[in-house]
């Protein structure tokens, strides 16, 4: 599965390609694509579906590819389950 998500950073609009590498009965990995720039975010939302825990907030992490700006994270993320 792949969408397209845009973000607001520093006044503009940053559009980025989302594409869903792999899902197990625990975790969901997505892979994240700018123009010159790629990392993977996984997240354990199937584990907390399966718990019944729907309301519970999904953790998520950097697992490949060193993006460290928390507040371009956050945005992705949201966007990313806005989609999924």
């Known amino acids: ?37 790629s990392f993977i975010l996984q997240n354990n939302r199937p584990l907390l579906i399966a718990k019944g825990l729907k309301h519970f907030p999904v953790k998520w992490k950097v697992i490949e590819g060193g993006y460290n700006h928390t507040s371009i994270l956050e945005q992705i993320t949201k966007a990313i389950e806005k989609n999924i």
């Open 1 to 37: 599965m792949t969408f397209a998500i845009t973000i607001k950073h520093d006044r503009k609009n940053i559009r980025l390609l989302v594409e869903k590498v792999s899902e197990t009965k625990t975790q969901e990995k997505y892979k994240v694509i700018a123009r010159n720039q």
